[in-house]
Nanobody, 122 residues
Framework: QVQLVESGGGLVQAGGSLRLSCAAS????????MGWFRQAPGKERQFVAA???????NYADSVKGRFTISRDYAKNTVYLQMTSLKPEDTAVYYC????????????????WGQGTQVTVSS
C-alpha cells in the first residue's frame, strides 16, 4: 500500500509563491508517474501537472510557465512549485500516484493524498 501526504499549502497574496510537497511511502515510488490535481468548491477535480517516472513533465495550459513539478527520488517526494499565483488558483490541491494511460485524467491514478488547501487573495 502506498500513502501520499501533501504539505505546503496556505494563504498567499496574488503574485506570490508556494511550494507543495507530496511525500510517498513505498519502495516503488521511483517507478510511478505522479500528478497534481486541484478542486475548487463546486467544481470538478482538475489536472494541474504530471511527471513520468523518467522525469518528463506535462502541465495544464492554465499553469504553464508558472508552476513546476519535480521529484526527488532519494526522498520519495514530488514537489509543485507555484509562482505568480492568481486568485483563480485557489483550491484544494491533491497529489496522485501511479498513473497509467493519460496522466491528465484523474481516474488513471491509483493513490491519492488527503489534499492541501491553497488560498490566493487578491
Amino acid at each position: 500500500q502506498v500513502q501520499l501526504v501533501e504539505s505546503g499549502g496556505g494563504l498567499v497574496q496574488a503574485g506570490g509563491s508556494l511550494r507543495l510537497s507530496c511525500a510517498a511511502s513505498g519502495r516503488t515510488f521511483s517507478s510511478y508517474s505522479m500528478g497534481w490535481f486541484r478542486q475548487a468548491p463546486g467544481k470538478e477535480r482538475q489536472f494541474v501537472a504530471a511527471i513520468w517516472s523518467g522525469g518528463s513533465t506535462n502541465y495544464a495550459d492554465s499553469v504553464k510557465g508558472r508552476f513546476t513539478i519535480s521529484r526527488d527520488y532519494a526522498k520519495n517526494t514530488v514537489y509543485l512549485q507555484m509562482t505568480s499565483l492568481k486568485p483563480e488558483d485557489t483550491a484544494v490541491y491533491y497529489c496522485a500516484g501511479r498513473g497509467g494511460g493519460s496522466l491528465t485524467i484523474a481516474t488513471t491514478y491509483m493513490y491519492w493524498g488527503q489534499g492541501t488547501q491553497v488560498t490566493v487573495s487578491s
